[in-house]
């Protein structure tokens, strides 16, 4: 569990961190997420979500699961991880899942496997002697991420804290000194294959430095490669976690909301491009209009129209592709707009890959030309009956 | 935006000096609290109750505070109820006219407010019980705790650790608890001990009993159902709930619709009901930096600050990284995300670097300007108001822009979307409310407080007999309320003056079309009636100089009418147009579209279409139903917000100047200090009453007033202020006057749906139809009616609620009046949605609200200047 409140203390006394330590902590997982690009990350021991509603922000992961022993404490803010109403109006390329299991961490549970990154934040302090026997063999030997982080408060620190007496919050049951937690670190490290690196978070004031940071860290990476597969087919298969949330963000790899981010792509590209060539069909009207001469709608578009659009992606897919199917032209009260053309603009070849997978994904919900060549734009104004 | 944009915004810096920083993140709870939408005008935000398992979050303490705050329980000492409401949520006012009593004030109505005539018929509605056991009631409690935690999730742990509490139904917030169950004892003691050790005394005190009714019990259930809805993965947005996960998309307008719901529970005529109605929430596709730049593109660069403003002010956006929406109150030009802000422990973050470490979002334009939002002061005591800086980038337009607004195809594109027929809105409330039975985790919500949901309520309505429609000479029944111009035919109608003296200004091009109308018209005049001399013909250019230059050379005191024939659907020609002929020379006007006189074979209905409305221009009266009672006025009143100046509002008002209620008298007015409509209605209504002396010679001795623009939570002041004002502006015109008065409020936009079943499908409710049961509120004097014709989609019943009455008409001869005002709006043979007055009320306003608008707020027309103008 995570000590906000301690976090606070600690702000308060004579020795203050800024940002405050919690934070730093939280800060500390997300440059590492942001270094290693973990894709499937767990938190243990998530408390009230914070570090998984930082996490989720993270373009890199498309897993995120915690795992608390109380769950009204998850419950209280779990909903901070659903996905937010911008998710659904521009979905995010990647897909994200995110799940909140209730459980214990001295148990085993198949939902924890093939994870790239676990976190354990200010967790261990707060297990019994029993749980905190089981917690290597569950994390490493099971669960056996490809890193492990492990943060716990360091006991050599607490006299510099004020009003610190024995523990920093009453539920710890033990806090360790440098020493102990780096051997039994050093331990857990040597018996499951993974090496060990310590660090820190809270410089001691100056004449202090014996003592050490204040939380201290040692993180865990695993040193054979990841098979993809679970290793032991002996392991527990039956789920001991309950599972009590879990979102699935919009994603573009969703067929529903790729086809409608393409098909809004290719409708707008499309009357942009007609916008500009009826603004430009509208001037050359304007100077023939001033004779008062009748120019009939009908009429193939000069091509120096399009060499004049401004937009580079515009001018660059007409190198690319056959002069003819590049061309946009007019007829009767439609433009139409080769689909070659709309598939060379970048923002449409990003999502949509192949042509055959444009084509696809419009058919039926994008006006297209008999050959299905092309995006047809009416131009045929509605008129409405004024008062 | 590119930069010569940013150049002009530039110099318009220091608008708005106000330090402002991004919202403050994290963003606190989620979504399902619904705490965290701010929005803009009456719509306020719930608070939110949570029971045990979903551990309260800040919102809920305030909700419960307001609650029972509201309802005169006290909750607490002072001092926590302070800490409660600083940390808390704003209420909403859900039901803001819950327990405004007004049925019992009209002594007649006490009994029986139902009407008799008609045809009983059967209506479906989109109600639906609430199934409760038997002597349900609701206890709430006070808890205490010695020592006092100022933690709520301390309290809420140590009451939640007692085993009298477990597994049962309940909330609590910290302060109040509510239970489905009765405790043992009136005050419970209970011990308990901390993780610290401390020993602890909690005291749980009965406060009252609430049964279902109470207004207490009714927000409970509100929020039990919000809870029930968020189970069904649903989004509160606003007041309402969406399916973000099933988009309609509509490309063509780089809209996204999410289909939803609006529910609120109340207390009916006999019982608790939910309601539900289909919802959409429009949202834009575009970020609103994206919709900058392309209005940009699209507007005149010199004034591209001021028509963005224009177009963005007042509108509501959604965030990327939260779940909040804003108000978006200014556009700080010269603030820009490379520029710092405090945060909140005193150092200074850029924008940039803010959204880059809390939301791993980069921006991809640094110089875009800021959106500015005024945040409500959740504490009453502080003066200063909070303001968030908002990043375009990151925000989502909600709603429609005014320009989209006017766009008729969009509107058309949408409305094809949301305007569901009868069927397949049943068929979604159907789906809702299966949904709410059939999830498990829903129904688990409902079950813990022994609620349950019903089935759909029908009822038996009334079709109320097709009035006869009073012609010259003669009158005729028309086969349907719906449309009587066929029967119309060859008719005279009522009054009509002959028109004389007119202008056509038409373009070269449409000269042979304006030819045509011209003969047609001639031709249905002279079997209404309508005397129509040869006019005089300007054949002008194209253009909308040439048209105003024609019209400044032409229009002289004696034109009775001028007609244009517009060249083409162009806004601002039209609007260059009125405004010469409202402002500059007053003067009726009648503007036609050149391509609606092209359409073959239609050209005798709409000449006949035009000639009516020329009528009326002119002051003359169409038609008239049988008003059986003598000497009655009637009275119109509609207010509007002004759009354009928050907090002022138009009122428009006409009111009948004779007996046959076919001439009218109106008037409109800018109230520019908030709520004083009263103080101006008592001026309108001393000079309708003077109008009404001088055209029939004694006042009359009945008036109704059919009073529209009443938004929620206002119900109060009209009955407790405007009624009492009207009241007495009729005793100071003279002692012994002594009229009838009745004060009708009129809505039109109400949750309750009316489905009839017809050939195994679902139908809208013929014209006519009253519904005056059942779905109606037992505190009032009110019914529906149905008085309109759709074509698409559901029909909207309009809601009449009779707030004051001394007129001892029987409600069915209420029901009955109010049906025969139906029809005379005269812009249409047809039934009006809304009684005619209030419709004129609003032509009127949207008339006069057009005329302030283009840029004479110093100069409102005198309402003489169009007398005779009672709609466009």
């Known amino acids: 569990m995570v000590d906000a409140n301690l976090a606070k203390g600690e702000c308060t006394g004579t020795i203050k961190f800024t940002p405050p330590l919690y934070k730093q902590r939280y800060q500390f997982i997300k440059d590492l997420v942001n270094k290693y690009k973990p894709k499937k990350v767990a938190d243990l021991g998530c408390a009230d979500c914070s570090l998984l509603w930082m996490l989720k922000f993270c373009k890199c992961i498309e897993v995120l699961a915690g795992l608390d022993i109380c769950e009204n404490v998850m419950k209280e803010k779990m909903h901070r991880l659903s996905p937010l109403p911008g998710d659904y109006l521009q979905p995010s390329e990647r897909t994200l899942t995110v799940t909140l299991y209730h459980g214990s961490v001295a148990q085993k549970d198949p939902c924890m496997l093939g994870f790239d990154l676990i976190t354990c934040i200010e967790l261990i302090e707060h297990l019994e002697a029993t749980e905190l026997e089981k917690f290597p063999e569950v994390v490493f030997g099971f669960m056996a991420p490809a890193m492990v982080v492990i943060s716990t408060p360091n006991s050599e620190f607490n006299p510099l804290l004020p009003g610190v007496t024995l523990f920093r919050h009453p539920d710890h049951k033990f806090e360790w000194d440098q020493a102990q937690f780096q051997s039994w670190a050093l331990d857990a490290a040597g018996c499951y294959d993974y090496t060990v690196e310590f660090t820190g978070l809270g410089a001691p004031p100056p004449g202090a430095e014996d003592v050490g940071f204040c939380t201290q860290i040692s993180v865990f990476r695993r040193k054979y490669p990841n098979t993809g597969e679970p290793i032991n087919l002996e392991k527990p298969t039956e789920n001991s976690y309950r599972t009590i949330f879990k979102a699935v963000y919009p994603s573009l790899k969703d067929e529903k909301y790729l086809q409608n981010a393409v098909v809004s792509e290719v409708i707008n590209t499309a009357q942009i491009i007609t916008r500009r060539l009826l603004d430009s069909f509208n001037s050359v009207y304007k100077e023939h209009s001033n004779g008062l001469v009748e120019m009939k709608p009908d009429f193939q578009l000069p091509r120096y129209f399009m060499r004049h659009s401004k937009n580079p992606s515009l001018a660059e897919g007409e190198k690319l592709a056959d002069d003819r199917n590049m061309e946009t032209y007019v007829s009767g009260n439609a433009v139409y707009i080769p689909l070659i053309k709309i598939f060379s603009i970048p923002k449409v070849n990003k999502l949509c890959g192949t042509f055959e997978n444009l084509s696809k994904l419009i058919t039926g919900k994008v006006a297209l030309s008999n050959d299905g060549s092309a995006v047809v734009i009416s131009t045929e104004h509605e008129e409405k009956e004024n008062e | 935006m590119s930069g010569r944009a940013r150049a002009r915004g530039r110099g318009q810096a220091g608008r708005g000096a106000v330090r402002g920083g991004p919202p403050p993140a994290p963003a606190p709870a989620a979504l399902p609290t619904g705490k965290d939408y701010s929005r803009s005008d009456d719509s306020q935000v719930v608070g939110t109750f949570v029971s045990e398992e979903e551990a309260s979050t800040s919102s809920a303490h305030g909700g419960a505070a307001r609650l029972s705050q509201r309802c005169d329980f006290s909750a607490g000492e002072s001092k926590s109820q302070g800490a409660v409401l600083g940390k808390g949520g704003r209420t909403r006012y859900d039901f803001p006219d819950l327990g405004i009593n007004t049925r019992k004030t009209i002594a007649h109505v006490r009994d029986c407010k139902t009407g008799s005539s008609g045809i009983p018929v059967k209506v479906i509605t989109n109600l639906y019980s609430l199934l409760l056991p038997r002597e349900w009631q609701l206890y709430q409690y006070h808890v205490t705790f010695n020592p006092e935690f100022e933690s709520r999730r301390l309290r809420l742990a140590l009451l939640y650790s007692h085993a009298e509490f477990l597994g049962k139904a309940k909330a609590f917030d910290g302060v109040i608890l509510f239970l489905s169950q009765k405790l043992e004892n009136q005050v419970t003691e209970l011990l308990t001990e901390t993780k610290r050790g401390e020993r602890v005394k909690i005291t749980i005190t009965l406060k009252s009993k609430l049964p279902p009714s109470s207004p207490v019990c009714i927000q409970f259930f509100n929020i039990i159902f919000k809870k029930v809805l968020k189970k069904l993965s649903l989004y509160q947005v606003g007041q309402n709930f969406y399916s973000p996960s099933e988009p309609v998309v509509i490309p063509q307008h780089r809209l996204t619709l999410w289909p939803g719901f609006a529910i609120s529970i109340s207390q009916f005529e006999s019982r608790v009901m939910l309601s539900a109605d289909v919802s959409h929430k429009v949202l834009c596709n575009d970020t609103v930096l994206e919709f900058m730049t392309d209005l940009y593109t699209r507007c005149d660069r010199a004034r591209f600050t001021e028509t963005c403003e224009k177009e963005l002010i007042g509108l509501i956006v959604l965030t990327r990284y939260n779940n909040k929406t804003y108000r978006i109150d200014d556009i700080n030009w010269s603030v820009k995300p490379t520029d710092t802000f405090p945060k909140r422990d005193g150092t200074d973050i850029s924008y940039v670097d803010y959204y880059k470490q809390q939301y791993e979002v980069v921006l991809s334009d640094l110089n875009q300007p800021m959106l500015v939002s005024r945040l409500k002061n959740k504490q009453k005591d502080s003066i200063e108001p909070r303001i968030v800086h908002l990043i375009p980038e990151l925000c989502y337009l909600t709603g429609l822009t005014s320009r989209a607004r006017a766009d008729y195809r969009l509107m058309k594109d949408l409305v094809q979307e949301t305007r569901l027929n009868p069927e397949r809105r049943q068929q979604r409330l159907s789906r809702l409310t299966d949904n709410i039975q059939r999830n498990s985790e829903a129904r688990l919500v409902l079950e813990t407080w022994g609620l349950q949901l019903g089935c759909q309520i029908s009822l ?351 409600p069915d001869h209420m029901q009955r009046l109010t049906y025969k005002m139906c029809h005379l709006y005269y812009n249409w043979p047809a039934c009006g949605s809304v009684v005619s007055q209030d419709l004129n009320a609003k032509s009127t306003l949207e008339y006069n609200k057009q005329a302030y608008h283009k840029g004479c707020l110093d100069s409102p027309p005198a309402p003489s200047s169009c007398p005779s103008l009672k709609r466009l």
């Not at chain 2, 048209?547 to 050379?553: D, E, I, K, S, V």
């Not at chain 2, 015109?733 to 936009?749: A, G």
């Open chain 2, 460 to 810: 038996t309505g009334r079709i109320v007999p097709t009035e006869k429609i009073l012609m010259q000479g003669e009158m005729c029944l028309p086969m349907s309320a719906s449309d009587w111009s066929k029967d119309l035919r060859n008719m005279k109608m009522l009054g009509v003056p002959s028109l004389d003296t007119w202008l056509i200004v038409c373009s070269n091009r449409n000269a042979e079309v304006m030819k045509n109308l011209l003969n047609c018209l001639r031709r249905v005049g002279g079997p209404m009636g309508f005397r129509i001399e040869y006019p005089k013909i300007l054949h002008v250019q194209e253009s909308t100089l040439a048209f105003l230059r024609a019209l400044q050379q032409h229009v002289t005191p004696e034109v009775q009418l001028v007609m244009c024939v517009l060249p083409s659907n162009q806004k601002d020609c039209y609007d260059s147009i009125k405004k010469f002929l409202i402002l500059d020379r007053p003067v009726p006007s009648q503007c036609v579209l050149a391509c609606t006189l092209t359409k073959p074979g239609m050209m005798m209905s709409v000449a006949t279409k035009i000639a009516m409305q020329i009528i009326c221009k002119l002051g003359g009266e169409l038609w008239a139903v049988e008003i059986p009672l003598k000497s009655l006025m009637v009275i119109g009143v509609d207010v509007n917000k002004d759009a354009l100046n928050k907090g002022s509002s138009v009122v428009g008002f006409v009111a009948s100047t004779n007996s046959r209620i076919t001439r009218w008298s109106s008037r409109c007015i800018l109230q520019t200090t908030g709520n004083d409509i009263a103080d101006c209605l008592k001026v309108c209504m001393k000079g309708a009453l003077s109008k009404w002396l001088k055209h029939n010679q004694e006042l009359p001795a009945r008036i109704i007033v059919y009073r529209g623009g009443v938004g929620d939570g206002q119900l109060k002041m009209v009955v407790d202020y405007e009624v009492p004002q009207l009241l007495s502006s009729l005793t100071e015109l003279s002692t012994n006057y002594r009229p009838k008065v009745s004060v009708v409020v009129v809505r039109k936009k109400c949750i309750a749906r009316f489905f009839a079943e017809a050939d195994g499908s679902l139908r809208n409710p013929p014209i006519g139809t009253v519904v005056d049961t059942e779905a109606t509120r037992p505190e009032w004097y009110d019914f529906y009616l149905v008085s309109q014709l759709v074509h698409q989609g559901t029909v909207n019943p309009t809601h009449y609620n009779v707030v004051y009455d001394d007129s001892g008409l029987k």
